[in-house]
């Protein structure tokens, strides 16, 4: 499977952005999909990640309450809805897609990655 982020953008903080991954090779069955994000000079990080078989979802802490993971199964597509953005969010975020079905936030669990799209929030 192949997929495509998109969506990121400069914003000022307190702003929100929406992202997309869109998948492509193949229709999601039962994968767990995630964002993660990588700043300069750090980790990459898992940020939230929800399941196409049962829609639960996971959140990072500093996220919770601020950012939405939603999919669309007519077009195979996860979002990742973002508000009140703070600088600190700034980063190059990456989807993923991990075929065992279960949540993990383990990047290396991860089997298929997007190219990635920069998110940069000013203050």
């Known amino acids: 499977v192949q997929l495509q982020a998109s969506g990121g953008g400069l914003v000022q903080a307190g702003g929100s952005l929406r992202l997309s991954c869109a998948a492509s090779?193949?229709?999601?069955?039962?994968?767990?999909i995630a964002w993660f994000r990588q700043a300069p000079g750090e980790e990459r990080e898992f940020v939230a990640a929800i399941s196409w078989s049962d829609y639960s979802t996971d959140y990072e802490d500093s996220v919770k309450g601020r950012f939405t993971i939603s999919r669309d199964n007519a077009k195979n597509t996860v979002y990742l809805r973002m508000n009140s953005l703070k600088p600190e969010d700034t980063a190059v975020y990456y989807c993923?897609?991990?075929?065992?079905?279960?949540?993990?936030?383990?990047?290396?669990?991860?089997?298929?990655w997007g190219q990635g799209t920069q998110v940069t929030v000013s203050s």
């Open positions: 090779g193949r229709t999601f069955s039962r994968e767990i």
């Open positions: 993923a897609a991990d075929e065992s079905y279960v949540h993990t936030r383990n990047r290396y669990n991860y089997d298929h």
